[in-house]
């Protein structure tokens, strides 16, 4: 069973200025699935231990918030327009489409210019989105669920506002040309739902072939709930 990983991943280069050395932040969310073969199955397994192989992903990021060092403020930043600092916290606003399989962000997030430091938390708010993308969702994903009845291919569709929370408290110092992973670990996003149960007792509903997993009836009255619960507790701040 592959771990599946939503990764967000600071990259910081190096050359110094002014008093404190400053690198350029550049930022990418994907979904990384080792191995790298686009025919291996990234399996989560859900409350029954059915194994549901997630192929496709998309999500709504409104802001990212990055708080900075203990040692440095907001007059150590200069705000730009993709970039501003209020209470000693950097946010970069969105709202970003972001593919979690490519990890291609729409529109781009930009490289930002930031201090050199070691830095303990980042925020990151998913959000429904606005008018048409993702029409009005949160998440969206696809695959396919090994259920008993065999392959069944599903899709997600989920509206929520909530912040994923990625800390490490002795801080991770970040360098020339070093990387610092912000993982959300997909493995475990169904594991509080007995998803199989529902589509074999019929309290999620089928499009044709198809079961949607959102809110049904029964054990899964709550399913966008749970997926959200999960998420917030997956956060994982790690160097890449």
């Known amino acids: 069973m592959f771990r ?50 997630i192929e496709s992903a998309s ?20 705000d730009d327009d993709d970039a501003t600092c209020a209470e000693d916290t950097v946010e970069i606003t969105g709202p970003f489409e972001i593919d979690l399989v490519t990890g291609i962000s729409t529109p781009p997030l930009e490289a930002i210019e930031l201090p050199l430091g070691d830095w303990k938390r980042v925020d990151v708010r998913l959000d429904d989105g606005e008018g048409d993308v993702l029409d009005g969702n949160t998440l969206v994903a696809s695959g396919i669920a090994s259920l008993d009845s065999g392959d069944t291919p599903f899709e997600l569709a989920l509206k929520f506002n909530e912040d994923v929370r990625f800390e490490d408290p002795d801080g991770i110092s970040f360098g020339g040309g070093d990387a610092v992973l912000l993982g959300l670990d997909a493995g475990s996003w169904f594991a509080d739902v007995p998803l199989a149960e529902c589509a074999e007792d019929e309290d999620l509903e089928f499009s044709g ?8 009836d029964g054990s899964c009255s709550d399913v966008e709930n749970a997926i959200k619960e999960a998420m917030k507790r997956s956060g994982d701040l790690s160097r890449d």
């Open 4 to 53: 599946i990983t939503t990764a967000l991943t600071l990259l910081l280069a190096a050359p110094g200025c002014g008093g404190s050395a400053m690198g350029p932040l550049d930022i990418s969310i994907r979904m990384a699935q080792p191995p790298i073969d686009p025919a291996a199955r990234s399996e989560a397994p859900d409350a029954t231990g059915a194994l549901f192989a």
């Open 209 to 216: 072939d198809t079961l949607m997993i959102e809110d049904g």
């Open 59 to 78: 999500a709504v990021v409104r802001h990212i918030r990055i708080d900075l060092p203990e040692e440095l403020d907001c007059e150590d930043i200069e």
